[in-house]
């Protein structure tokens, strides 16, 4: 039993700091925000990542990437999302969409998606969650309805993180409404800038990009298009978001902004009320389980009790995310409420707490995370 | 990485915990409070089981076996100091204590003691009588020598840590005795499971146990290497999410239970009134997490974000 994450984990994480350092503006807080420079610059570091084989790090080798190890992929991802995550927007695409492609997609479909992922050059969205459809996603109303060789879609989309922004879209629809909720979707790999499709900003507290309605007015869909089987879409869903079920590494976040929070206050740390520094101990104390829950759910790899060690890693997170967004809250005072460049941290305090507001209702809200974890413990108990 | 327990290690923590489980349980600690044979057992199945062979400072598997016997008796409520034996200092268990209130569990057993508060400073103890707690009820008050000198701050640290792990072992077990309550404890013509309240309660109390249990192993296979001072700063970790774990988990169990849980025919009123020594002395998570605040200072309490980077 060791906690050891390889030899070249340090190094990997020093590399990594040091891209970041050169190549990320201070107060880079994210893709989504009001300056398009931001975009553009998670573009580019994307395609430096991938010119050094860091981007799709834990992929194989045959589709582009560089053939790592869970471990380094972890080592990726906590440093991405303690850095504001600079691969914008592209995280999903590696995390899961390319997996997918990788498991269900077709020959051609692997040779037209996976090396554009692998080389950042493409981004996309996903078109899942529905104004009567979030949770409860095989509920979904958009309809896919047969016209010549393929289908044509009707519909809407809502929440959708990221489809300004996105070239394609990872699109649930239902292609049969008889069937039974397992066998009514079918996924499709589509174009954003395909005829019928118009995409609307939400505003929102999370800032620009975050959510979107996407509108469908008979939207054209191919055969080749289809990602899995036909009717087949909610089993490769809920096993194309496994490959993320661990999910973002909120707690390097976390941690990195006490980290930065401590280094700005300097001696002034000490004179912090003393219920604020015993909070302070007690959410590094939480931080430490929810990044070993992580792992654990990590190393547990396609167990059948990995779903659960994920669920529970993705409660533990969630909570210390919003735990911490409180804490450095109460350390700020009234400055907490700036935002912008002249705030403390660049911004990165607030930006992190109206995020947090989000970590538990975000990619599976911690209910339906309760409700795994609580199956896994009680079982069919009837 | 590997976060599972070696083969051997799983296979001795399965026939300790079949073994002390054969002695009878939280019942058997229960006839403990008024029958001093039990304890007298529990020492003998120990010493069966090769408890008091190990090496525990300084051989890590002989560590891992100790962490695994600590959580078999935590889930057992076995009657028996076992992590001040497993510490004996020249044969004399080493009790931690609060040096302004003393108090030692199993400190009316026979054999001689030492003590040493948080900050390793060693006492010489005078145990005293049992008294007729409920919470508790082997724990006896002492008075404390003036100051004899130190005990390794290792051998503090260790205590703490296997202290944990007792108390991993008493929260599993709580979990596991309302998981089958609630399964088929039958309420409005259902399960008390299928309650969306209680399955929630339920999840959050095995978020905090397995928390705990990852937080544990890593804590007890630090390498060797680790500073010393980084090392004391893990071990006050373990044992405060141990103590908050605890009062959540046990909480958690008494409201599932019901009535039924406060009563001594119910396991949990046992785990929870032998177990809450254990996690509010010596000291309590508030001073815990005080004693914690320079370690954020001075990067002793570890983060990815340490110097040197950190590689887990």
Avoid at chain 1, 85 to 108: C, D, H, K
Avoid at chain 1, 272 to 297: C, F, G, H, K, Q
Avoid at chain 2, 19 to 43: I, K, M
Wanted: a negative charge.
């Amino acid at each position: 039993m060791d906690y050891d994450l390889g030899p070249d984990a340090g190094e990997l994480r020093k590399r990594l700091r040091q891209l970041i350092s050169t190549h990320i503006p201070a107060g880079f807080l994210g893709a989504c925000t009001d300056d398009p420079q931001d975009l553009a610059t998670t573009e580019s570091f994307c395609k430096l990542l991938a010119s050094e084989g860091l981007l799709a790090l834990a992929w194989p080798k045959e589709h582009g990437g560089g053939g790592g190890s869970i471990w380094q992929q972890t080592v990726l991802r906590e440093e991405m999302w303690a850095h504001h995550e600079p691969r914008g927007p592209q995280y999903m695409g590696i995390n899961w969409v390319g997996p997918a492609v990788m498991r269900y997609g077709t020959p051609e479909q692997k040779a037209q998606h996976l090396s554009a992922i692998a080389a950042g050059e493409v981004i996309w969205c996903q078109g899942f969650s529905e104004p009567e459809a979030g949770t409860d996603l095989a509920s979904l109303r958009t309809r896919a309805v047969p016209d010549g060789d393929g289908w044509r879609i009707t519909g809407q989309k809502v929440w959708t993180s990221y489809a300004q922004m996105a070239s394609r879209c990872v699109l649930a629809a239902c292609t049969d409404p008889e069937a039974s909720k397992s066998r009514r979707l079918t996924l499709f790999l589509i174009p954003m800038d395909r005829p019928g499709i118009t995409v609307r900003p939400i505003r929102s507290m999370l800032g620009p990009h975050h959510l979107n309605e996407v509108f469908l007015d008979g939207v054209q869909a191919f055969r080749d298009e289809v990602l899995g089987e036909v009717g087949d879409g909610w089993r490769v869903m809920r096993e194309a978001l496994a490959f993320e079920r661990v999910g973002i590494a909120r707690y390097a976040r976390c941690e990195s902004l006490l980290d930065r929070m401590r280094a700005e206050l300097g001696d002034d740390w000490d004179r912090l009320p003393e219920s604020i520094r015993a909070r302070w101990v007690r959410a590094l104390v939480d931080l430490r389980a929810a990044r070993l829950l992580a792992y654990r759910a990590v190393s547990l790899l396609d167990e059948p009790s990995a779903g659960a060690a994920a669920s529970a890693a993705r409660i533990a997170a969630t909570t210390c995310d919003q735990q911490v967004a409180e804490l450095l809250f109460d350390v700020l005072g009234p400055s907490a409420l700036d935002s912008g460049a002249s705030a403390p941290l660049h911004g990165a305090i607030e930006d992190h707490w109206r995020y947090a507001q989000a970590a538990t209702v975000a990619s599976g809200t911690i209910e339906v995370q309760r409700m795994l974890v609580a199956h896994d413990v009680l079982g069919d108990h009837r | 990485m590997n976060t599972a327990l070696p083969e051997d290690i799983a296979e001795f923590a399965a026939v300790a915990a079949k073994r002390l489980a054969r002695l009878g349980g939280p019942s058997a600690a229960l006839q403990a409070e008024t029958d001093d044979r039990v304890r007298r057992e529990a020492r003998t199945t120990l010493t069966e089981l090769g408890a008091f062979d190990l090496d525990v400072r300084s051989a890590s598997d002989d560590t891992l076996a100790a962490a695994v016997l600590c959580q078999a008796a935590g889930a057992t409520a076995l009657p028996y100091p076992l992590v001040e034996e497993l510490l004996a200092i020249d044969g004399e268990r080493l009790a931690l204590v609060n040096p302004e209130t003393p108090r030692i569990d199993h400190g009316d057993l026979p054999g001689g003691w030492v003590a040493a508060d948080l900050d390793g400073t060693r006492y010489r103890p005078q145990p005293g009588s049992r008294t007729s707690a409920k919470l508790g009820p082997f724990l006896v008050p002492a008075t404390l020598s003036e100051p004899e000198g130190t005990v390794p701050a290792a051998d503090v640290d260790l205590h703490l840590v296997l202290g944990s792990w007792r108390i991993l072992g008493a929260l599993q077990q709580c979990l596991e005795i309302v998981t089958g309550h609630v399964r088929t404890r039958v309420q409005f013509g259902k399960p008390l499971a299928d309650f969306q309240a209680v399955k929630f309660a339920v999840a959050d109390a095995s978020v905090a146990v397995r928390g705990l249990h990852e937080l544990a192993k890593y804590t007890v296979c630090r390498p060797e290497i680790t500073p010393a001072q980084v090392r004391s700063a893990d071990a006050l970790v373990l044992r405060l999410r141990a103590a908050d774990a605890a009062r959540q988990v046990l909480r958690t169990s008494h409201q599932l239970l019901g009535a039924l849980g406060f009563c001594d025919e119910s396991d949990i009123s046992v785990l929870d009134r032998h177990t809450e020594p254990l996690f509010r002395l010596p000291a309590s998570t508030e001073e815990l997490a005080l004693r914690l605040i320079p370690g954020v200072r001075d990067g002793h309490l570890e983060t990815l974000f340490s110097e040197p980077v950190a590689t887990a």
